[in-house]
Protein backbone atom coordinates (compact mmCIF):
# COMPACT_ATOMS: atom_id res chain seq x y z
CA UNK A 1 0.00 0.00 0.00
CA UNK A 2 2.92 2.53 -0.47
CA UNK A 3 2.26 3.72 -3.42
CA UNK A 4 -1.03 5.12 -1.74
CA UNK A 5 0.79 7.36 0.29
CA UNK A 6 3.73 8.43 -2.09
CA UNK A 7 1.01 10.64 -4.29
CA UNK A 8 0.20 7.86 -7.18
CA UNK A 9 -0.96 11.35 -9.46
CA UNK A 10 2.30 12.22 -9.38
CA UNK A 11 4.15 8.68 -10.31
CA UNK A 12 6.12 8.65 -13.42
CA UNK A 13 6.46 5.44 -15.94
CA UNK A 14 9.23 3.32 -14.57
CA UNK A 15 9.02 4.99 -11.27
CA UNK A 16 8.35 1.48 -9.61
CA UNK A 17 10.99 -1.35 -10.02
CA UNK A 18 9.13 -4.50 -10.97
CA UNK A 19 12.18 -6.55 -11.49
CA UNK A 20 11.11 -10.00 -10.92
CA UNK A 21 7.65 -9.71 -10.49
CA UNK A 22 4.86 -10.85 -12.79
CA UNK A 23 3.50 -8.08 -14.33
CA UNK A 24 -0.20 -8.83 -12.64
CA UNK A 25 1.29 -8.23 -9.15
CA UNK A 26 1.36 -4.80 -9.39
CA UNK A 27 -2.67 -4.46 -9.62
CA UNK A 28 -2.62 -7.25 -6.90
CA UNK A 29 -1.44 -4.35 -4.26
CA UNK A 30 -5.55 -2.26 -4.54
CA UNK A 31 -7.26 -5.15 -6.80
CA UNK A 32 -6.24 -8.07 -4.42
CA UNK A 33 -3.49 -10.97 -6.52
CA UNK A 34 -6.27 -13.65 -6.59
CA UNK A 35 -8.81 -10.25 -7.46
CA UNK A 36 -10.68 -10.08 -4.35
CA UNK A 37 -9.87 -6.71 -2.98
CA UNK A 38 -11.01 -5.91 -0.05
CA UNK A 39 -11.60 -1.88 0.13
CA UNK A 40 -14.77 -1.66 -1.89
CA UNK A 41 -13.11 1.49 -4.02
CA UNK A 42 -11.15 -1.10 -5.48
CA UNK A 43 -13.47 -3.40 -7.64
CA UNK A 44 -13.38 -7.16 -7.87
CA UNK A 45 -11.49 -8.26 -10.97
CA UNK A 46 -11.79 -12.13 -10.06
CA UNK A 47 -13.22 -14.13 -12.62
CA UNK A 48 -14.28 -11.06 -14.65
CA UNK A 49 -14.32 -11.61 -18.78
CA UNK A 50 -10.84 -10.54 -20.00
CA UNK A 51 -12.03 -8.74 -22.76
CA UNK A 52 -13.83 -6.75 -20.21
CA UNK A 53 -10.59 -5.58 -18.33
CA UNK A 54 -8.25 -5.37 -21.31
CA UNK A 55 -11.07 -2.79 -22.60
CA UNK A 56 -11.18 -1.08 -19.09
CA UNK A 57 -7.42 -0.70 -18.84
CA UNK A 58 -7.10 0.67 -22.43
CA UNK A 59 -9.94 3.31 -21.91
CA UNK A 60 -7.64 4.10 -18.29
CA UNK A 61 -4.81 3.99 -20.39
CA UNK A 62 -6.13 6.66 -23.08
CA UNK A 63 -7.85 8.78 -20.64
CA UNK A 64 -11.02 7.83 -22.16
CA UNK A 65 -12.25 6.78 -18.67
CA UNK A 66 -11.30 8.91 -15.88
CA UNK A 67 -13.71 8.40 -12.76
CA UNK A 68 -10.41 6.93 -10.95
CA UNK A 69 -9.20 9.50 -8.88
CA UNK A 70 -5.89 9.08 -11.64
CA UNK A 71 -5.27 5.78 -9.76
CA UNK A 72 -5.85 3.30 -12.81
CA UNK A 73 -4.33 5.75 -15.30
CA UNK A 74 -1.06 6.38 -13.10
CA UNK A 75 -0.97 2.52 -13.15
CA UNK A 76 -0.97 1.75 -16.65
CA UNK A 77 1.95 3.43 -17.53
CA UNK A 78 3.71 0.93 -15.43
CA UNK A 79 2.67 -1.68 -17.78
CA UNK A 80 4.43 -3.24 -20.83
CA UNK A 81 1.64 -3.08 -23.40
CA UNK A 82 2.58 -6.56 -24.40
CA UNK A 83 1.66 -7.35 -21.05
CA UNK A 84 -2.01 -6.40 -21.09
CA UNK A 85 -3.26 -9.75 -22.68
CA UNK A 86 -1.45 -11.85 -20.22
CA UNK A 87 -2.41 -9.46 -17.03
CA UNK A 88 -6.46 -9.61 -17.91
CA UNK A 89 -6.20 -13.30 -19.04
CA UNK A 90 -4.64 -14.11 -15.13
CA UNK A 91 -7.59 -11.86 -13.80
CA UNK A 92 -10.30 -13.93 -15.55
CA UNK A 93 -8.63 -17.31 -14.66
CA UNK A 94 -9.11 -16.59 -10.71
CA UNK A 95 -12.19 -18.24 -8.83
CA UNK A 96 -15.08 -16.12 -9.14
CA UNK A 97 -15.77 -13.89 -5.69
CA UNK A 98 -18.11 -15.27 -3.43
CA UNK A 99 -21.14 -12.71 -3.04
CA UNK A 100 -21.69 -11.21 0.60
CA UNK A 101 -24.13 -12.83 3.00
CA UNK A 102 -24.21 -10.57 5.30
CA UNK A 103 -27.81 -8.39 6.15
CA UNK A 104 -29.67 -9.38 3.47
CA UNK A 105 -33.09 -7.16 3.46
CA UNK A 106 -35.89 -9.48 1.54
CA UNK A 107 -37.35 -6.69 0.24
CA UNK A 108 -34.87 -5.13 -1.42
CA UNK A 109 -32.90 -8.28 -2.34
CA UNK A 110 -36.48 -9.56 -4.09
CA UNK A 111 -36.77 -6.09 -5.72
CA UNK A 112 -32.84 -5.76 -6.82
CA UNK A 113 -33.50 -9.25 -8.39
CA UNK A 114 -37.22 -8.70 -10.39
CA UNK A 115 -35.40 -5.66 -11.97
CA UNK A 116 -32.38 -7.22 -13.11
CA UNK A 117 -34.13 -9.87 -14.25
CA UNK A 118 -36.86 -8.43 -16.27
CA UNK A 119 -36.59 -4.73 -16.26
CA UNK A 120 -39.74 -2.70 -16.01
CA UNK A 121 -41.76 -0.25 -18.22
CA UNK A 122 -38.88 2.51 -19.62
CA UNK A 123 -35.83 0.34 -17.88
CA UNK A 124 -34.86 -3.05 -19.89
CA UNK A 125 -33.73 -5.91 -17.58
CA UNK A 126 -29.97 -5.77 -17.31
CA UNK A 127 -29.48 -8.98 -17.82
CA UNK A 128 -30.80 -9.09 -21.37
CA UNK A 129 -26.82 -7.33 -21.45
CA UNK A 130 -25.04 -8.87 -18.55
CA UNK A 131 -25.69 -12.11 -18.06
CA UNK A 132 -25.53 -13.08 -21.73
CA UNK A 133 -22.46 -14.04 -23.74
CA UNK A 134 -21.05 -10.64 -24.63
CA UNK A 135 -17.33 -9.82 -24.00
CA UNK A 136 -18.37 -5.99 -23.50
CA UNK A 137 -20.32 -6.16 -20.30
CA UNK A 138 -18.93 -7.08 -16.94
CA UNK A 139 -20.12 -9.61 -14.40
CA UNK A 140 -22.39 -7.74 -11.65
CA UNK A 141 -22.54 -10.34 -9.18
CA UNK A 142 -20.44 -10.45 -5.90
CA UNK A 143 -19.42 -7.17 -6.67
CA UNK A 144 -18.44 -4.41 -4.07
CA UNK A 145 -21.68 -2.76 -3.15
CA UNK A 146 -20.36 0.57 -3.09
CA UNK A 147 -18.61 0.24 -5.91
CA UNK A 148 -21.34 -0.81 -8.24
CA UNK A 149 -23.18 2.33 -6.68
CA UNK A 150 -20.35 5.09 -7.52
CA UNK A 151 -20.64 3.39 -10.89
CA UNK A 152 -24.11 4.02 -11.60
CA UNK A 153 -23.64 7.35 -9.88
CA UNK A 154 -20.66 7.86 -12.40
CA UNK A 155 -22.56 6.83 -15.36
CA UNK A 156 -25.79 9.00 -14.23
CA UNK A 157 -23.25 12.40 -13.71
CA UNK A 158 -21.58 11.46 -17.33
CA UNK A 159 -18.31 11.26 -15.18
CA UNK A 160 -17.99 8.04 -16.25
CA UNK A 161 -18.05 8.47 -20.51
CA UNK A 162 -15.65 6.04 -22.37
CA UNK A 163 -17.35 4.92 -25.75
CA UNK A 164 -18.99 2.01 -24.26
CA UNK A 165 -19.73 3.44 -21.35
CA UNK A 166 -23.04 5.63 -23.10
CA UNK A 167 -25.05 2.38 -23.10
CA UNK A 168 -25.24 2.60 -19.61
CA UNK A 169 -25.28 6.77 -19.05
CA UNK A 170 -28.80 6.06 -20.13
CA UNK A 171 -29.85 3.69 -18.37
CA UNK A 172 -28.84 4.83 -14.78
CA UNK A 173 -30.25 8.47 -15.93
CA UNK A 174 -33.63 6.01 -15.54
CA UNK A 175 -32.71 4.06 -12.20
CA UNK A 176 -34.49 5.72 -9.15
CA UNK A 177 -32.62 5.76 -6.57
CA UNK A 178 -34.19 2.98 -4.43
CA UNK A 179 -34.28 0.89 -7.83
CA UNK A 180 -30.56 1.74 -7.61
CA UNK A 181 -29.99 0.74 -3.71
CA UNK A 182 -32.18 -2.14 -4.39
CA UNK A 183 -30.31 -3.30 -7.61
CA UNK A 184 -26.74 -3.44 -6.05
CA UNK A 185 -28.67 -4.50 -2.80
CA UNK A 186 -29.41 -7.55 -4.55
CA UNK A 187 -26.03 -7.77 -7.22
CA UNK A 188 -23.57 -7.99 -4.59
CA UNK A 189 -25.22 -10.56 -2.24
CA UNK A 190 -25.83 -12.25 -5.67
CA UNK A 191 -23.94 -15.32 -7.61
CA UNK A 192 -25.14 -15.65 -10.87
CA UNK A 193 -22.50 -16.52 -13.09
CA UNK A 194 -22.62 -19.81 -15.72
CA UNK A 195 -20.40 -22.39 -13.86
C1 LIG B 1 -3.37 2.13 -6.59
C2 LIG B 1 -4.51 1.25 -6.73
C3 LIG B 1 -4.68 0.50 -8.03
C4 LIG B 1 -3.79 -0.32 -8.67
C5 LIG B 1 -2.35 -0.65 -8.24
C6 LIG B 1 -4.48 -0.87 -9.82
N1 LIG B 1 -5.77 -0.40 -9.86
FE1 LIG B 1 -7.21 -0.94 -11.17
N2 LIG B 1 -8.56 0.31 -10.27
C7 LIG B 1 -8.27 1.13 -9.19
C8 LIG B 1 -9.45 1.90 -8.87
C9 LIG B 1 -9.57 2.94 -7.75
C10 LIG B 1 -10.46 1.50 -9.78
C11 LIG B 1 -11.91 1.97 -9.81
C12 LIG B 1 -12.07 3.34 -10.39
C13 LIG B 1 -13.51 3.79 -10.41
O1 LIG B 1 -14.05 4.13 -9.36
O2 LIG B 1 -14.11 3.72 -11.48
C14 LIG B 1 -9.85 0.51 -10.65
C15 LIG B 1 -10.53 -0.13 -11.68
C16 LIG B 1 -9.97 -1.08 -12.52
C17 LIG B 1 -10.67 -1.75 -13.59
C18 LIG B 1 -12.12 -1.57 -13.97
C19 LIG B 1 -12.93 -2.75 -13.44
C20 LIG B 1 -14.39 -2.67 -13.74
O3 LIG B 1 -15.14 -3.50 -13.19
O4 LIG B 1 -14.81 -1.81 -14.51
C21 LIG B 1 -9.78 -2.61 -14.18
C22 LIG B 1 -10.04 -3.54 -15.35
C23 LIG B 1 -8.53 -2.47 -13.48
N3 LIG B 1 -8.67 -1.54 -12.47
C24 LIG B 1 -7.39 -3.18 -13.80
C25 LIG B 1 -6.16 -3.03 -13.15
C26 LIG B 1 -4.96 -3.72 -13.56
C27 LIG B 1 -4.87 -4.71 -14.71
C28 LIG B 1 -3.96 -3.30 -12.72
C29 LIG B 1 -2.50 -3.67 -12.74
C30 LIG B 1 -1.78 -3.40 -13.96
C31 LIG B 1 -4.57 -2.36 -11.78
N4 LIG B 1 -5.90 -2.22 -12.07
C32 LIG B 1 -3.91 -1.74 -10.73
C33 LIG B 1 -7.08 1.18 -8.50
C34 LIG B 1 -5.93 0.46 -8.79
C1 LIG C 1 -28.05 -2.56 -23.52
C2 LIG C 1 -27.09 -3.30 -22.71
C3 LIG C 1 -27.04 -3.02 -21.23
C4 LIG C 1 -28.09 -3.06 -20.33
C5 LIG C 1 -29.57 -3.32 -20.61
C6 LIG C 1 -27.52 -2.81 -19.03
N1 LIG C 1 -26.17 -2.62 -19.13
FE1 LIG C 1 -24.86 -2.20 -17.59
N2 LIG C 1 -23.31 -2.13 -18.90
C7 LIG C 1 -23.40 -2.31 -20.27
C8 LIG C 1 -22.10 -2.14 -20.88
C9 LIG C 1 -21.76 -2.26 -22.35
C10 LIG C 1 -21.19 -1.86 -19.81
C11 LIG C 1 -19.71 -1.58 -19.91
C12 LIG C 1 -19.53 -0.09 -20.12
C13 LIG C 1 -18.11 0.30 -20.38
O1 LIG C 1 -17.51 -0.19 -21.33
O2 LIG C 1 -17.58 1.11 -19.61
C14 LIG C 1 -21.99 -1.85 -18.59
C15 LIG C 1 -21.48 -1.59 -17.32
C16 LIG C 1 -22.21 -1.59 -16.15
C17 LIG C 1 -21.68 -1.33 -14.82
C18 LIG C 1 -20.23 -1.08 -14.47
C19 LIG C 1 -19.66 -2.30 -13.76
C20 LIG C 1 -18.19 -2.25 -13.50
O3 LIG C 1 -17.62 -3.31 -13.20
O4 LIG C 1 -17.59 -1.18 -13.55
C21 LIG C 1 -22.74 -1.39 -13.95
C22 LIG C 1 -22.69 -1.20 -12.44
C23 LIG C 1 -23.92 -1.72 -14.72
N3 LIG C 1 -23.59 -1.82 -16.05
C24 LIG C 1 -25.19 -1.92 -14.17
C25 LIG C 1 -26.33 -2.19 -14.91
C26 LIG C 1 -27.64 -2.33 -14.33
C27 LIG C 1 -27.94 -2.25 -12.84
C28 LIG C 1 -28.52 -2.55 -15.36
C29 LIG C 1 -30.03 -2.71 -15.30
C30 LIG C 1 -30.76 -1.64 -14.66
C31 LIG C 1 -27.74 -2.55 -16.59
N4 LIG C 1 -26.41 -2.34 -16.28
C32 LIG C 1 -28.26 -2.75 -17.86
C33 LIG C 1 -24.55 -2.64 -20.97
C34 LIG C 1 -25.83 -2.74 -20.46
Known sequence: ????????????????????????????????????????????????KADYIKAQFIAFMNGERT????????ITQEVQPGDINRIAHYFSQQAAPAPIDENVDDQLYQQ?????????EGLPACRSCHNVARSDTPWLDAQHEDYLQKQLNDFKSEKRNNQTGSIMQ???????PGEQEALVHYLSRSALREP
Open 1 to 48: MFLLGFGLQQAQAGMIDKEGMAPWEICGMCHGLDGVSHMPKFPKLAGQ
Open 67 to 74: NDGGQMQA
Open 112 to 120: GKSLFAAGR
Open 170 to 176: GIAKELQ
